[in-house]
């Protein structure tokens, strides 16, 4: 289980998203017309991954069991085990994540045929 955290921008109490810089769709148009700097890319991309607020979007997060964070709870007037007890609701896909998935799904299924073709 990932460890809570308080957004000091919004007061969002719970996990973070993870956001990687760069465009999915530059990095899969260098994959498709030149593999090397897609692969380049693709490291930059994987090593470039922050935590951001699930609601805002802000990078401000704070763990609720630091002070700051104790002081960003105490500030909505709620304490620890309150924020601790209260329930996410389950992950859901971003549009972006489910065609990403897709397109995946898609290169490796065009692979294994270039690949059962060739022998
Ligand atoms: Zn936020």
């Not at 693709?42 to 994987?46: E, F």
């Not at 007037?77 to 085990?81: D, I, R």
């Given at each position: 289980?990932?460890?809570k955290l308080i957004c000091s921008a919004c007061?969002?109490?719970g996990s973070s998203k993870t956001a990687?810089?760069?465009n999915g769709l530059i990095e899969l148009v260098l994959w498709l017309c030149?593999?090397?700097p897609g692969i380049i890319y693709?490291?930059?991309?994987?090593f470039s991954r922050y935590k951001t607020c699930k609601k805002c979007g802000s990078t401000?997060?704070?763990p609720l069991d630091s002070p700051i964070g104790q002081k960003v709870l105490a500030e909505q007037?709620?304490?620890?085990?309150q924020a601790l007890a209260e329930k996410e609701p389950p992950r859901k896909y971003s549009r972006g994540e489910k065609i990403m998935i897709c397109v995946v799904v898609v290169v490796v299924i065009a692979i294994i045929t270039?690949?059962?073709n060739a022998v």
């Open positions: 289980m990932s460890q007061g969002h109490i990687i810089k760069g030149f593999i090397i693709s490291i930059w991309r994987s401000n997060l704070i007037g709620k304490t620890l085990e270039l690949i059962a």
